[in-house]
C-alpha cells in the first residue's frame, strides 16, 4: 500500500504537463494509463517517455492535429498498445484493436488508371515505407543498426535490374555534381528541420548511414534512413497512375524478394499492415496521389465536402505543410490503414477523375451538383 | 547495471561498427575520441544509466566550424566525469588550456574581500557583470534529467531562493505560469532566456519538455538574476549598469554563499570536488563556470592592430554585445576572462579587474596620441 503511495507519487512527478497540447497522444495519455507504461520496456530498451517525447515538445496546432508519438522499433506497438491502440484508433478513422488490415500489391486488381487528362494531371507519384525486421527505428537505432540498414538495402537494391536498375548515392559521399543533379531532379533529402521530427530523435549522426537510390530513368526512387528505413517512390510526368503503380508493385515485391533471400524480412502483421516510425504511416503507409491543376473547383464551396466524400486530402505542391501554387494541388488518399493498396490507388484514380470532370463543368460554366459523390 | 538498450546493442552490434565517423568534425572530442578510448568506454554507464553515446551525440551531430572549436560532449550527470574521464580529461585540458584534471587542483575562493580596487572609469565601462552556474548534488543533468528530476531542481531552488533577504529579496516567474504582461517585463530587462534554438544544445537533449519546470528568479533591485533548468541547473548572474565590478562581484559571492547555505540546510549540496571545481552540464564551464566581463567602449583601440594580441595577453576575451557569437556594435564589447578552471573565483575576477584597467589606459593613452605597449602575457596557473 506505501509502495502504491510511493509509485503514485512518483508517476504524479513524472507525468508530461499536457495542459496547452493538441495531438493524439495528448489526448489519449492518462495519468493511470503512463503509471501502467511507466515500468516497460521494449526488449531494445525503448520506454513510454521515449514514445511520448515529440508530443510533449510539440503542444500541437489548435487546427492540425499531429500524432505526437513513435516507435522506437516493432515491438513498441505490442508493449505500449495501451496507448498507441485508441491513438491509432483516433487517427484512422475509428480502426480498432480486433481490426485486422488487407495488403494487395497485385497491380492488375487495378482499375483503369491510365488515361487521368495530362493537361490538368501534370504528374502522379505512389509512396510507401518500410522497415527491416530485427533493427530499431530511427528514432532509437544505434549508428551499427542504421549502417547495418544502409548495407542491406543497398545490396538489394543493386541486385535489381530491367527498368529498375540503379544506382545509390550516400549523403555523405556525394560529389557536388551528384548534389546538385538529385536537388535538380527533386530527390534529394535534407536532414529534417521539424522539430516534430528532431525530437523524436531521428536525424541523430546525420547524415551517417543516409542516402539515395534511384533507378536510371529516374521513376523509382528509394531513401534509406530518412524518416523510416526505406521510403520508396514510384513516379512520372502526366497522369498514367497505372503505370505509376505497376512500377511501384513491382519494385517493392523484387525487393522484398531480394531481402528475404538475404535472411531477412520487412516488418509486417495481420493487424497494423506495414510498420513504420510514426503510427500515422501504418498499414499501407501509402499515399498516392497527383499533381493536378484546379482552378476553379478549388475555390468552389464545396471543395473540402467533395475531397471528404472521396476520402482524398489535398497538400500544397511542395508536399505536407505547403499552399498550392497557380491552381495546382497535390491530391491524393486520406488513408493509410483499413483499406489495401488497391484500394487506395483505385479511390485516388475514381476521386481524380471526377475532381477533373468537375474543374471542366466549371471552366464551362456548367454546375457541379448532379456530379456530387456520395461518401465513400 | 546496463540498460536493457545497451545489452541489446552488445549481442547484435560490435563496437567498431558504432564508432561515429568523425572525420569532417573539428571539436575537442572528436579530437580525443579515438577508437580504442571508444571501444574502452562505450559499455560503460553512470549509476543513471547514461552512456557515451548520449554524451558525445552533440559532437556527432555538429561537425563544428573550422575557426570555432566548440567542446562536442556533455555530461548527463555528476558521475560521467569520472566514469567517461578517459575522453573527459583531455577534453577538459585541451578546452580549458592546459588545466590537467589527473594531477592538478582547482581552488575556490569566493570571498570578495580580496579583491582589489574594481571600480572602473564610466566613461568606458558601461555595465558589468558576473555569471556562473551551480548544480544540485543527486539529480541529473539538463541532457539527461527526468521531468521529476527537473521538477525538483527547481523546487529545490525556488525554495532556496525564497529565504533571501534584504537588498537579494526576490520573486520566481515560472515560463509556464508568467502572465504576458510579465513575460513583457522580463523581456525589457533582457532577462528573459527562450528555448535554445541551438542545435549545439537541442541535440545533447536539453529542450526535453520545453517549458516544464523552466523559470527566472530575480531581485526586486534586478541586480541578481538566477535562471532554473535552462542550460544548467541554475545560472546565477549578478550585473549592474556602470562600472562596479567590486559591488558585482560581491553581491555575487553573497548571493551564492546564502543560497547555498539555504538549500544545505533542507540537507542538499552543489555538485563541487576539487579536481573540477562546480560541476556543471558543458565541460567548458567546469572550475568557478564564471565569466566577469564589462561592456566597454574602446573605440582606438578596438581599431589598433595590437588589440587581440593584448587582450590574448592579459587572459581576457571579447565578444560582441549580444554575448557568445555575435559581432560588436559600434565600438562597445564584451570584454571577459578567458579561463574557468584552474584559478579560483577571486583570481579570476581580478584579473578582468586589472585587465580592463590596462586596456582603458591603452584608450586613453591612444587618445593623447601616446602610444601604448603589449603587456608581458599574465601567468594562467597561479
Same mark, same amino acid.
Given at each position: =500500500?506505501? @509502495?502504491?503511495?510511493?509509485?503514485?507519487?512518483?508517476?504524479?512527478?513524472?507525468?508530461?504537463?499536457?495542459?496547452?497540447?493538441?495531438?493524439? =497522444?495528448?489526448?489519449?495519455?492518462?495519468?493511470?494509463?503512463?503509471?501502467?507504461?511507466?515500468?516497460?520496456?521494449?526488449?531494445?530498451?525503448?520506454?513510454?517517455?521515449?514514445?511520448?517525447?515529440? #508530443?510533449?515538445?510539440?503542444?500541437?496546432?489548435?487546427?492540425?492535429?499531429?500524432?505526437?508519438?513513435?516507435?522506437?522499433?516493432?515491438?513498441?506497438?505490442?508493449?505500449?498498445?495501451?496507448? %498507441?491502440?485508441?491513438?491509432?484508433?483516433?487517427?484512422?478513422? #475509428?480502426?480498432?484493436?480486433?481490426?485486422?488490415?488487407?495488403?494487395?500489391?497485385?497491380?492488375?486488381?487495378?482499375?483503369?488508371?491510365?488515361?487521368?487528362?495530362?493537361?490538368?494531371?501534370?504528374?502522379?507519384?505512389?509512396?510507401?515505407?518500410?522497415?527491416?525486421?530485427?533493427?530499431?527505428?530511427?528514432?532509437?537505432?544505434?549508428?551499427?543498426?542504421?549502417?547495418?540498414?544502409?548495407?542491406?538495402?543497398?545490396?538489394?537494391?543493386?541486385?535489381?535490374?530491367?527498368?529498375?536498375?540503379?544506382?545509390?548515392?550516400? %549523403?555523405?559521399?556525394?560529389?557536388?555534381?551528384? @548534389?546538385?543533379?538529385?536537388?535538380?531532379?527533386?530527390?534529394?533529402?535534407?536532414?529534417?528541420?521539424?522539430?516534430?521530427?528532431?525530437?523524436?530523435?531521428?536525424?541523430?549522426?546525420?547524415?551517417?548511414?543516409?542516402?539515395?537510390?534511384?533507378?536510371?530513368?529516374?521513376?523509382?526512387?528509394?531513401?534509406?534512413?530518412?524518416?523510416?528505413?526505406?521510403?520508396?517512390?514510384?513516379?512520372?510526368?502526366?497522369?498514367?497512375?497505372?503505370?505509376?503503380?505497376?512500377?511501384?508493385?513491382?519494385?517493392?515485391?523484387?525487393?522484398?524478394?531480394?531481402?528475404?533471400?538475404?535472411?531477412?524480412?520487412? =516488418?509486417?502483421?495481420?493487424?497494423?499492415?506495414?510498420?513504420?516510425?510514426?503510427?500515422?504511416?501504418?498499414?499501407?503507409?501509402?499515399?498516392?496521389?497527383?499533381?493536378?491543376?484546379?482552378?476553379?473547383?478549388?475555390?468552389?464551396?464545396?471543395?473540402?465536402?467533395?475531397?471528404?466524400?472521396?476520402?482524398?486530402?489535398?497538400?500544397?505542391?511542395?508536399?505536407?505543410?505547403?499552399?498550392?501554387?497557380?491552381?495546382?494541388?497535390?491530391?491524393?488518399?486520406?488513408?493509410?490503414?483499413?483499406?489495401?493498396?488497391?484500394?487506395?490507388?483505385?479511390?485516388?484514380?475514381?476521386?481524380?477523375?471526377?475532381?477533373?470532370?468537375?474543374?471542366?463543368?466549371?471552366?464551362? #460554366?456548367?454546375?457541379?451538383?448532379? %456530379?456530387?459523390?456520395?461518401?465513400? | 547495471?546496463? *540498460?536493457?538498450?545497451?545489452?541489446?546493442?552488445?549481442?547484435?552490434?560490435?563496437?567498431?561498427?558504432?564508432?561515429?565517423?568523425?572525420?569532417?568534425?573539428?571539436?575537442?572530442?572528436?579530437?580525443?575520441?579515438?577508437?580504442?578510448?571508444?571501444?574502452?568506454?562505450?559499455?560503460?554507464?553512470?549509476?543513471?544509466?547514461?552512456?557515451?553515446?548520449?554524451?558525445?551525440?552533440?559532437?556527432?551531430?555538429?561537425?563544428?566550424? $573550422?575557426?570555432?572549436?566548440?567542446?562536442?560532449?556533455?555530461?548527463?550527470?555528476?558521475?560521467?566525469?569520472?566514469?567517461?574521464?578517459?575522453?573527459?580529461?583531455?577534453?577538459?585540458?585541451?578546452?580549458?588550456?592546459?588545466?590537467? *584534471?589527473?594531477?592538478?587542483?582547482? $581552488?575556490?575562493?569566493?570571498?570578495?574581500?580580496?579583491?582589489?580596487?574594481?571600480?572602473?572609469?564610466?566613461?568606458?565601462?558601461?555595465?558589468?557583470?558576473?555569471?556562473?552556474?551551480?548544480?544540485?548534488?543527486?539529480?541529473?543533468?539538463?541532457? &539527461?534529467?527526468?521531468?521529476?528530476?527537473?521538477?525538483?531542481?527547481?523546487?529545490?531552488?525556488?525554495?532556496?531562493?525564497?529565504?533571501?533577504?534584504?537588498?537579494?529579496?526576490?520573486?520566481?516567474?515560472?515560463?509556464?505560469?508568467?502572465?504576458?504582461?510579465?513575460?513583457?517585463?522580463?523581456?525589457?530587462?533582457?532577462?528573459?532566456?527562450?528555448?535554445?534554438?541551438?542545435?549545439?544544445?537541442?541535440?545533447?537533449?536539453? &529542450?526535453?519538455?520545453?517549458?516544464?519546470?523552466?523559470?527566472?528568479?530575480?531581485?526586486?533591485?534586478?541586480?541578481?538574476?538566477?535562471?532554473?533548468?535552462?542550460?544548467?541547473?541554475?545560472?546565477?548572474?549578478?550585473?549592474?549598469?556602470?562600472?562596479?565590478?567590486?559591488?558585482?562581484?560581491?553581491?555575487?559571492?553573497?548571493?551564492?554563499?546564502?543560497?547555498?547555505?539555504?538549500?544545505?540546510?533542507?540537507?542538499?549540496?552543489?555538485?563541487?570536488?576539487?579536481?573540477?571545481?562546480?560541476?556543471?552540464?558543458?565541460?567548458?564551464?567546469?572550475?568557478?563556470?564564471?565569466?566577469?566581463?564589462?561592456?566597454?567602449?574602446? *573605440?582606438?583601440?578596438?581599431?589598433?592592430?595590437?588589440?587581440?594580441?593584448?587582450?590574448?595577453?592579459?587572459?581576457?576575451?571579447?565578444?560582441?554585445?549580444?554575448?557568445?557569437?555575435?559581432?560588436?556594435?559600434?565600438?562597445?564589447?564584451?570584454?571577459?576572462?578567458?579561463?574557468?578552471?584552474?584559478?579560483?573565483?577571486?583570481?579570476?575576477?581580478?584579473?578582468?579587474?586589472?585587465?580592463?584597467?590596462?586596456?582603458?589606459?591603452?584608450?586613453?593613452?591612444?587618445?593623447?596620441?601616446?602610444?601604448?605597449?603589449?603587456?608581458?602575457?599574465?601567468?594562467?596557473?597561479?
Amino acid at each position: =500500500m506505501l @509502495q502504491r503511495i510511493i509509485n503514485d507519487s512518483r508517476t504524479r512527478q513524472e507525468f508530461p504537463d499536457l495542459s496547452q497540447h493538441n495531438n493524439h =497522444m495528448a489526448k489519449v495519455l492518462t495519468l493511470e494509463m503512463y503509471a501502467n507504461l511507466r515500468d516497460k520496456q521494449t526488449p531494445s530498451g525503448f520506454t513510454v517517455d521515449d514514445v511520448i517525447q515529440t #508530443g510533449v515538445d510539440n503542444p500541437g496546432h489548435p487546427f492540425i492535429m499531429t500524432v505526437g508519438c513513435v516507435a522506437g522499433d516493432e515491438e513498441t506497438y505490442e508493449v505500449f498498445k495501451d496507448l %498507441l491502440d485508441p491513438v491509432i484508433e483516433d487517427r484512422h478513422g #475509428g480502426y480498432k484493436p480486433t481490426d485486422k488490415h488487407k495488403t494487395d500489391l497485385n497491380p492488375d486488381n487495378l482499375q483503369g488508371g491510365d488515361d487521368l487528362d495530362p493537361n490538368y494531371v501534370l504528374s502522379s507519384r505512389v509512396r510507401t515505407g518500410r522497415s527491416i525486421r530485427g533493427f530499431c527505428l530511427p528514432p532509437h537505432c544505434s549508428r551499427g543498426e542504421r549502417r547495418a540498414i544502409e548495407g542491406l538495402s543497398v545490396e538489394a537494391l543493386g541486385a535489381l535490374d530491367g527498368d529498375l536498375k540503379g544506382k545509390y548515392y550516400a %549523403l555523405k559521399d556525394m560529389t557536388e555534381e551528384e @548534389q546538385q543533379q538529385l536537388i535538380d531532379d527533386h530527390f534529394l533529402f535534407d536532414k529534417p528541420v521539424s522539430p516534430l521530427l528532431l525530437a523524436s530523435g531521428m536525424a541523430r549522426d546525420w547524415p551517417d548511414a543516409r542516402g539515395i537510390w534511384h533507378n536510371d530513368n529516374k521513376t523509382f526512387l528509394v531513401w534509406v534512413n530518412e524518416e523510416d528505413h526505406l521510403r520508396v517512390i514510384s513516379m512520372q510526368k502526366g497522369g498514367n497512375m497505372k503505370e505509376v503503380f505497376n512500377r511501384f508493385c513491382t519494385g517493392l515485391t523484387k525487393i522484398e524478394e531480394l531481402f528475404k533471400e538475404k535472411g531477412h524480412e520487412f =516488418m509486417w502483421n495481420e493487424h497494423l499492415g506495414y510498420v513504420l516510425t510514426c503510427p500515422s504511416n501504418l498499414g499501407t503507409g501509402m499515399r498516392g496521389g497527383v499533381h493536378v491543376k484546379l482552378p476553379n473547383l478549388s475555390k468552389h464551396e464545396k471543395f473540402g465536402e467533395i475531397l471528404k466524400r472521396l476520402r482524398l486530402q489535398k497538400r500544397g505542391t511542395g508536399g505536407v505543410d505547403t499552399a498550392a501554387v497557380g491552381g495546382v494541388f497535390d491530391i491524393s488518399n486520406a488513408d493509410r490503414l483499413g483499406f489495401s493498396e488497391v484500394e487506395l490507388v483505385q479511390m485516388v484514380v475514381d476521386g481524380v477523375k471526377l475532381l477533373v470532370e468537375m474543374e471542366k463543368h466549371l471552366e464551362a #460554366g456548367q454546375s457541379i451538383d448532379d %456530379l456530387m459523390p456520395e461518401q465513400k | 547495471n546496463a *540498460p536493457l538498450s545497451l545489452i541489446f546493442r552488445l549481442v547484435l552490434f560490435p563496437n567498431s561498427a558504432e564508432y561515429p565517423d568523425l572525420r569532417k568534425h573539428n571539436n575537442c572530442m572528436a579530437s580525443h575520441l579515438t577508437p580504442a578510448v571508444y571501444a574502452k568506454l562505450c559499455d560503460k554507464t553512470t549509476p543513471n544509466g547514461y552512456t557515451l553515446d548520449l554524451a558525445i551525440q552533440t559532437g556527432v551531430d555538429n561537425p563544428g566550424h $573550422p575557426f570555432i572549436k566548440t567542446v562536442g560532449m556533455v555530461a548527463g550527470d555528476e558521475e560521467s566525469y569520472e566514469v567517461f574521464a578517459d575522453i573527459f580529461n583531455p577534453v577538459i585540458k585541451e578546452r580549458h588550456n592546459g588545466y590537467d *584534471p589527473c594531477n592538478m587542483k582547482h $581552488p575556490t575562493d569566493l570571498d570578495s574581500s580580496k579583491i582589489r580596487g574594481g571600480q572602473f572609469d564610466e566613461k568606458y565601462v558601461l555595465s558589468s557583470r558576473v555569471r556562473t552556474g551551480r548544480s544540485i548534488r543527486g539529480l541529473s543533468l539538463p541532457p &539527461a534529467c527526468t521531468r521529476a528530476e527537473r521538477r525538483e531542481v527547481e523546487r529545490v531552488v525556488i525554495d532556496a531562493l525564497a529565504g533571501l533577504k534584504g537588498d537579494l529579496t526576490g520573486k520566481y516567474y515560472s515560463l509556464t505560469l508568467m502572465t504576458e504582461q510579465e513575460q513583457q517585463q522580463l523581456i525589457d530587462d533582457h532577462f528573459l532566456f527562450d528555448k535554445p534554438v541551438s542545435p549545439l544544445l537541442t541535440c545533447a537533449g536539453m &529542450a526535453r519538455d520545453w517549458p516544464d519546470a523552466r523559470g527566472i528568479w530575480h531581485n526586486n533591485e534586478k541586480t541578481f538574476l538566477v535562471w532554473v533548468n535552462e542550460e544548467d541547473h541554475t545560472r546565477v548572474i549578478s550585473m549592474e549598469k556602470g562600472g562596479n565590478m567590486r559591488r558585482v562581484f560581491e553581491r555575487f559571492c553573497k548571493g551564492l554563499q546564502e543560497v547555498e547555505r539555504l538549500i544545505q540546510e533542507k540537507g542538499w549540496e552543489f555538485m563541487w570536488n576539487e579536481r573540477l571545481g562546480y560541476i556543471l552540464t558543458c565541460p567548458s564551464n567546469l572550475g568557478t563556470g564564471l565569466r566577469a566581463g564589462v561592456h566597454v567602449t574602446l *573605440p582606438r583601440l578596438s581599431k589598433d592592430p595590437r588589440f587581440p594580441k593584448i587582450l590574448d595577453n592579459l587572459r581576457l576575451q571579447k565578444r560582441g554585445t549580444g554575448g557568445v557569437d555575435t559581432a560588436a556594435v559600434g565600438n562597445t564589447f564584451d570584454i571577459s576572462n578567458l579561463d574557468r578552471l584552474g584559478q579560483s573565483e577571486v583570481q579570476l575576477v581580478q584579473t578582468v579587474i586589472d585587465g580592463v584597467n590596462y586596456l582603458i589606459e591603452c584608450e586613453k593613452k591612444l587618445e593623447r596620441g601616446q602610444d601604448i605597449k603589449i603587456p608581458a602575457p599574465i601567468s594562467q596557473f597561479k
